[in-house]
């Protein structure tokens, strides 16, 4: 096998053998042994300043050494608002594929799938086989060994204590022969109860606050979670646990100096049962606290200053915010396209109607003021990358409009325009009617957010700066190209390009087995090599 680590036959049992990964990389740079892959990367990246006018560039060369762990852990999911359309969903999902559920309906027999999920189906361009000229590709999962999304054990919290089954019969996303085969399956999943603080969410939600912890106490409220979450993984065997939030939409957070600023100011506000202080900060405390990654779903400001700061201080990793399923992602590909063509966007328009519960609680002024910020930054990045379209501060004009509309329920509908200049003051516009499913996008994101955050959690690197191995920064940007406003660590730029976002997850990945950058330049069909 040429492998310079270990003889042909070793490295093959360790491989094939003792793990289920189907591929494998022959190089001096990468070493396989039952516990570690170890990979020897140089990254190159481009210094670049303005100097009296001209553009001086310097290449730069960081030799990174990365350790991913090989062991697949058995992993949990609790979901804040499990009870959900999302929640249901994803377990419904989930509970389908694990039984290899068939159903009916009048166009035929369907069988379960991952669609829609980036590491599930979707696909990784390996190299090119030398002899026949052809691409070589691979599933997304199998670039290094992730948690499959049937092992997950699920779990979670609601403010509405129907059962799971109750709860997919509401939401009216699946069809009705699988909603029956599944019923028995989930109606002995009961949420456990949440946390209800009616100043943060809509009026209109009060209604299934039934399964509430009592009190007002803020922190008795975060120990309470956090016993959740140990009961949670001792009764199941868990290694670790993830918690993502996919409840109702809060409205936006003050911050105070002296309250949220810090993670010590933080702490204490919530010993103090301060009225700033949302459920989903509180949700995200009691995680940090517990060292479990936390994931927000929602368009919220959970990670005020102080919870950033926590995060940092404990190691534990934060993602968010906001999934990025439908019309937004749609517009981050659009606009990056017309950019990135010479186009010059000066208008968009985004209206979108949905009738289930995310679009009730959205109905309210506070909370689809959340939303409206984390859909309107989508394309900051890609307007500020050109500065012979735009000048310094210039922006297109951007207007989203969300409805409410009961009759839709989960299938939401979206409107988008898109006016742009062309040559010598022409205009062209684009319109785009796009109807999607909500919660059945949603919930393969959702997966996709949590099994590459575990995967995260079982890579280490080093450089010639830091001799010990050391996890990334506790802001999981990685996870953006699955996020409308994503989290970005200190100092750290924010890219809502898609095809950027994708980019950064598969040569992240290529990196861990040693593999350059993708890139698309083809030389060896262009010159003699």
């Known amino acids: 096998w040429g492998c310079p680590f270990l003889t042909a036959s070793t490295q093959v049992d360790i491989f094939f053998s003792h793990f289920s990964m189907s591929v494998l990389v022959q190089s001096e740079n ?10 020897e990367y140089y990254y190159d990246t481009v210094a670049a300043k303005v100097v009296e006018g001209k553009v001086v560039a310097v290449p730069k060369k960081t030799h990174y050494t990365l350790r991913t762990q090989r062991k697949v852990p058995k992993t949990g999911l609790m979901l804040v608002g499990l009870g959900g359309n999302n929640g249901s969903t994803v377990t419904a999902g989930i509970l389908a594929n694990r039984l290899g559920l068939t159903w009916q ?24 086989d030398p002899d026949t000229g052809a691409d070589i590709w691979i599933p997304f999962k199998d670039i290094l060994p992730f948690v499959h999304p049937n092992d997950l054990v699920i779990g979670g919290w609601d403010i509405s204590g129907a059962n799971l089954a109750e709860s997919m019969s509401r939401s009216k996303v699946l069809d009705y022969d699988l909603q029956r085969q599944l019923a028995p399956h989930m109606q002995g999943i009961v949420p456990l109860p949440s946390i209800y603080y009616p100043e943060f969410i809509a009026s209109n939600q009060s209604t299934r606050a039934n399964n509430v912890i009592p009190g007002n106490d803020k922190w008795a409220h975060v120990e309470k979670l956090r016993k959740d979450i140990r009961d949670f993984k001792a009764a ?12 109702n939409t809060e409205r936006y957070c003050d911050i105070i100096s002296g309250v949220n600023d810090t993670a010590d100011n933080l702490l204490q506000a919530i010993r103090d049962s301060h009225p700033e202080v949302s459920p989903s900060t509180v949700f995200a405390v009691a995680s940090v606290l517990e060292h479990c990654t936390y994931i927000n ?63 009730y609680n959205l109905s309210s002024p506070q909370q689809f003021r959340s939303k409206e910020i984390s859909k309107s930054n989508v394309v900051n990045d890609m307007v500020d990358s050109n500065r012979i379209l735009y000048n310094e501060g210039e922006q297109p004009d951007h207007v989203v409009v969300i409805k409410y509309v009961p009759a839709v329920g989960d299938s939401k509908r979206a409107l988008d325009e898109f006016t742009s200049k062309i040559f010598l003051n022409g205009t062209n516009t684009i319109v785009v009617h796009n109807t999607c499913e909500d919660s059945l996008l949603a919930a393969p994101i959702i997966l996709d957010l949590v099994l590459l955050a575990e995967m995260f959690e079982r890579i280490t690197y ?15 940007s990685q996870l953006a190209f699955l996020s409308k406003a994503p989290l970005t660590n200190r100092d750290e ?17 290529r990196a861990c087995v040693g593999l350059p950058p993708q890139n698309h330049m083809g030389l060896q069909y262009k010159t003699k090599n």
């Open 236 to 247: 199941n065997k868990l290694d670790k646990v993830i918690l993502l939030w996919t409840a």
């Open 30 to 39: 990468v070493k396989y042994t039952e516990e570690h892959i170890t990979a």
């Open 105 to 128: 309906d009048k166009d035929g027999v369907h069988a379960p799938d991952y669609f829609g999920s980036l590491t599930q189906a979707s696909t990784l361009h390996m190299g090119v």
């Open 493 to 509: 730029p924010v890219v809502n390009a898609l095809f950027k976002q994708r980019a950064l997850l598969e040569n992240t990945f």
């Open 297 to 359: 779903g929602s368009p919220q400001n959970t990670f005020v200053p102080g919870l950033i700061d926590l995060a940092e201080r404990e190691g534990v990793f934060i993602a968010g915010d906001d999934f990025k399923s439908g019309q937004t992602k749609f517009k981050s590909v659009l606009v990056d396209f017309l950019v990135s063509a010479g186009l010059k966007p000066v208008s968009l328009v985004s209206y979108n109607h949905l009738g289930n519960n995310d679009g």
């Open 462 to 476: 080093k450089t010639d700066k830091t001799p010990d191995f050391e996890p990334f920064f506790s802001v999981l």
